[in-house]
């Protein structure tokens, strides 16, 4: 079955960086976009940055363009988000998503605290 784990997230100071990365397995991961995602406790789950299966294709949230980077490794089924010049509005879970099979994916998350 399809498995995403997040991992690297933690308490950074504003204007840190921070690298998460997003294993994946049960499915054909060079074949399938991924995406990352952030949600606030009382807020909705919102899109941060996307990459098409073959990594060519990218695309942010304008809240993070310039300063986020999303990039994929299909040799090791990994999607990572680096994370630069961090704010404390960039706070929250972080969690990676794929569509396979008609179904959605979400992995646990992994918690970025931005603060000083």
């Known amino acids: 079955q399809v498995h995403l784990v997040e991992s690297g997230g933690g308490l950074v100071q504003p204007g840190g960086s921070l690298r998460l990365s997003c294993a994946a397995s049960g499915f054909t991961f060079s074949s399938s976009a991924m995406s990352w995602y952030r949600q606030t406790f009382g807020k909705e789950r919102e899109l941060v940055a996307g990459i098409s299966s073959t990594g060519g294709s990218t695309g942010y949230a304008d809240s993070v363009k310039g300063r986020f980077t999303i990039s994929r490794d299909n040799a090791k089924n990994t999607v990572y988000l680096q994370m630069n010049s961090l704010k404390p509005e960039d706070t929250a879970v972080y969690y990676c998503?794929?569509?396979?099979?008609?179904?959605?994916?979400w992995g646990q998350g992994t918690q970025v605290t931005v603060s000083s």
């Open positions: 998503k794929t569509t396979w099979g008609g179904r959605v994916y």
